[in-house]
């Protein structure tokens, strides 16, 4: 079966829903894994139930989170030998390097530590129960590192040369590959948003049940982690959005360019509020814009020259032949904006509910709060009305996915603004498709995994809501007393497990 | 030996550790329905696995993701190749993760009941898949001189490699038999050692079949040593299962998987995706490697880190060494 399509056309739509897909997940994992092993921290030091209480709800929407990375992740390993068996043959040398390393560190670190943690609570003494956490936390963190190194050697190959006779690119360079500023920012970007992602992800739960005052003493401490993270989580998105916007602009000026819908180079550049315009034309009908703004994101002064879409597509024509380098206008300049939208207003939200639950700064005494009470809302002097307070709940409930809107997107931009290039200035995505794959085929997987993936998606909801719901579990006498020996405590040889399948 | 050759024998290792290891999750998934006789002996079994199952998966992603740094070809050439056959493993490994995790996680019955048959398919399927992909491999494909696999979907199953798919199919499952003999406590205990038996008979009957046909098309000495290893650990493994021995059935049903798969390998060496169309066209350790500066990197990252994983796995198995029978199970809160 032949379709009029382009060859990569199909699997571009594989890889984008696959990723995006997986994405949904990976940044949730990041952080609720350190979210949890903080909690379990504060549990083992404190021992304030409260804590474990935390640690077990949140430990639990993080395991039913984490299964779901997991096996989408394995479609990820695999799918360049299926799909894109050009692109392996070309770039294997380089690029499966640091995916090797994630199997090899990360992925046994990750997996078999879970293991531990999830079956590990009448098995192994406190101390060493909660180190298993954090070795999950750390290879989540390292997993995510040398993904990202390796994206980023598609955004900025680096550290390779071309070997002509055997028509491939090597690796000349590893560390480079691995230090590179393309990395480093993507990954201080990614791991932000991730934090960002987790803690919206918190404080809508936390909301849900302290509007309706249940599991207070938990729930409490739940929105206050979680809105801290948000703050700090969103801060750092935008501060390393802001730099790695400045190497894009470096690396790949159409990507920035297509972003503002900047047809013509201009100086200084205007930031673009909003535009309509005509791709085939190459300009813009209508544009609202901020004078000078974008010169500064590019380049830190307001008067700079920013080149446009029309000057770079013609320079790379210069230096790659004819043809077309744009990438789609408005999906990059849509893309973009939600990105930052999305993340940004999960961001302004968490700000303000921290400034809303304060504890003590600039808060009259008598609106303090103990333990077992919901948190007033106060802005200034006096706290907010039910009917405002239930606005704010409402609000941090609704919009607890922004994050994951803001994450999908900002991932569709920049591997869509990088078109028509799978590694930038190297080679084009339509070369790198696999020759031998019928289109037929590519469409059957397509469907599949769509079709599996649409499923579990409903089922993986369902799930969390269900457990979200539950709340906070009641703790029991093995939890209070965990075992002092690892093996567990061996003299009841009948006491069922702690936890099983 | 060159690099290239040292990565010939990682990429083995890896994929030796991964049909050692997951070899037996596949043998619990398919005795879900060949030995529980009831909801709470099918948890019993689930459970031998649950803390491990996910880390003995990482074998395989370890094998892929080193298979395509080290023989960017090879990987490129075996998964466009054998692209239905790798989805529907892909497919059944997504189910399978999902359905150990969320199986407990409602009480309904139906729930339960779809992920066990979920858990159940996803093994067996695999299972079987994989030898049937190994054994073509080492048959030989039609490959074209830029190395792109030409043959259809039919070319893939050939009797050789359908028979390679029974022998993986039933020494995973007696694998299975004798890991769930060691690891229960109770009435499944003895049923799972009564059914190795019989498995196992009929295993070392299929193995003895595929692995012959292999030495004679492709033997040579040494894999002809691997092929009487393989067969007298299969014999003594069913010997130690019948004298009660449950360790040693264990370590001797390993001991199979090792020399069968150690024998795959060195029939296949050089090549590592022999072309049954032209010789000349064979992916080898020489044309389809990475560059010297790659492998070098690959290696230090897998001399280090393949022992360290090999001593944290190890742990994990002495941390819940604890046999478990169905008095362990309890009732799942919901």
């Known amino acids: ?501 | 030996m060159e690099l290239h050759d040292v990565w010939f024998v990682l990429i083995a290792v890896l994929w030796t550790g991964y049909f050692f290891l997951e070899g037996f999750d596949f043998g619990i998934g398919v005795l879900t329905k060949l030995l529980a006789r009831n909801r709470a002996e099918k948890r019993v079994l689930i459970n031998t696995i649950g803390p491990v199952w996910d880390g003995n998966e990482v074998w395989l992603l370890s094998a892929g993701g080193a298979t395509f740094a080290a023989f960017p070809e090879w990987y490129a050439t075996l998964f466009s190749g054998f692209y239905l056959p790798l989805l529907l493993i892909l497919v059944c490994l997504i189910l399978r993760g999902v359905a150990f995790e969320y199986r407990a996680k409602r009480p309904e019955e139906q729930w339960q009941r779809n992920w066990e048959n979920a858990i159940f398919w996803t093994s067996l399927l695999p299972a079987f898949l994989w030898g049937v992909a190994f054994g073509n491999i080492v048959r030989g494909v039609k490959i074209d001189q830029d190395m792109e696999y030409v043959g259809s979907l039919w070319d893939l199953l050939n009797p050789y490699a359908l028979l390679g798919g029974l022998v993986t199919l039933t020494l995973f499952t007696f694998h299975g038999t004798v890991f769930a003999a060691l690891k229960t406590v109770g009435d499944i205990r003895v049923r799972a050692r009564k059914l190795a038996l019989g498995l196992g008979l009929v295993t070392a009957a299929l193995a003895l079949l595929f692995l012959l046909w292999t030495q004679i098309e492709n033997g040579d000495g040494a894999s002809l040593v691997a092929l009487v290893v393989a067969v007298a650990a299969l014999v003594a493994a069913i010997g130690a299962n019948q004298a009660g021995r449950e360790g040693w059935a264990f370590a001797l049903s390993g001991l199979t998987i090792v020399a069968a798969v150690t024998m795959l390998f060195l029939t296949l060496f050089p090549n590592v995706m022999p072309s049954s169309l032209d010789d000349g066209w064979s992916l080898t350790v020489t044309n389809a490697s990475s560059s010297p500066y790659t492998l070098k990197i690959m290696t230090w990252c897998a001399v280090i880190a393949t022992p360290v994983v090999m001593l944290y796995q190890a742990w994990t198995y002495w941390v819940f060494r604890k046999r478990i029978g169905t008095q362990h199970i309890a009732e799942a809160a919901h």
């Open chain 1, 1 to 501: 079966m032949e379709l009029a399509l382009a060859p990569e056309t199909v699997a571009r739509w594989q890889f984008g829903i696959t990723t995006v897909y997986h994405f949904l997940f990976v940044p949730l994992t990041i952080s609720l894994a350190a979210l949890t092993a903080g909690l379990q921290t504060a549990w083992v030091r404190t021992e304030k139930e409260k804590y474990l209480r935390a640690t077990k709800f949140w430990g639990k929407l993080f395991l039913i989170n984490i299964a779901m990375g997991v096996v989408t992740g394995i479609v990820q390993e695999f799918q360049f030998g299926m799909n894109w068996s050009d692109y392996s043959r070309f770039v294997g040398d380089v690029f499966g390097a640091p995916l090797a390393f994630e199997a090899l560190i990360a992925f046994f670190f990750e997996s078999t530590f879970i293991g531990l943690w999830i079956f590990g609570w009448d098995k192994l003494p406190k101390k060493i129960h909660l180190a298993c956490i954090w070795m999950v936390s750390i290879g989540t963190l390292l997993s995510a590192y040398f993904i990202l190194a390796a994206n980023s050697w598609m955004q900025h190959p680096v550290g390779y040369r071309i070997n002509e006779a055997k028509g491939r690119a090597e690796l000349t360079d590893f560390w480079l590959v691995l230090t590179q500023n393309t990395a480093l920012n993507q990954v201080f970007h990614s791991f932000s948003a991730a934090f960002l992602t987790g803690g919206a992800f918190m404080v809508g739960i936390a909301a849900f049940h302290l509007m309706r005052k249940k599991h207070i003493p938990v729930m409490r401490t739940s929105l206050r982690l979680g809105l801290v993270t948000m703050a700090v989580g969103g801060m750092l998105t935008a501060i390393s959005g802001d730099t790695l916007g400045k190497v894009m602009y470096e690396q790949q000026p159409m990507k920035m360019a297509a972003a503002e819908a900047l047809w013509d180079g201009e100086k200084p550049a205007p930031f673009s509020v909003f535009a309509y315009g005509d791709v085939d034309e190459g300009h813009n009908k209508v544009a609202l814009e901020i004078p000078g703004l974008l010169s500064f994101l590019a380049h830190s002064d307001f008067d700079s020259y920013v080149p446009g879409i029309n000057d770079t597509n013609k320079a790379s024509q210069e230096k790659f032949g004819p043809g077309d380098y744009k990438p789609i206008v408005p999906v990059a300049y849509w893309g973009f904006r939600w990105m930052i939208g999305f993340g940004m207003a999960s961001f302004s939200l968490g700000l303000l509910g921290l400034w809303l639950t304060r504890k003590k700064f600039l808060l009259p005494a008598a609106h303090r709060t103990g333990e077992d009470e919901v948190p007033h809302l106060v802005l200034l002097k006096r706290p907010l009305g039910a009917r405002l307070t239930r606005l704010y709940w409402l609000l941090a409930l609704w919009t607890m996915a922004f994050p994951l809107i803001a994450n999908s997107w900002g991932w569709i931009f920049t591997e869509m603004g990088r078109q028509p290039w799978v590694v930038y200035g190297v080679m084009q995505t339509r070369d790198a498709v696999s020759p031998g794959v019928s289109q037929g085929e590519m469409i059957t997987s397509l469907i599949v995994l769509t079709t599996i993936y649409a499923i579990l998606a409903v089922v993986e909801v369902k799930l969390l809501a269900k457990y979200i719901k539950a709340g906070p579990p009641e703790l029991t006498e093995a939890d209070l007393n965990p075992p002092t020996k690892i093996g567990g405590d061996l003299r009841d040889a009948d006491k069922p497990m702690a936890f099983s399948y």
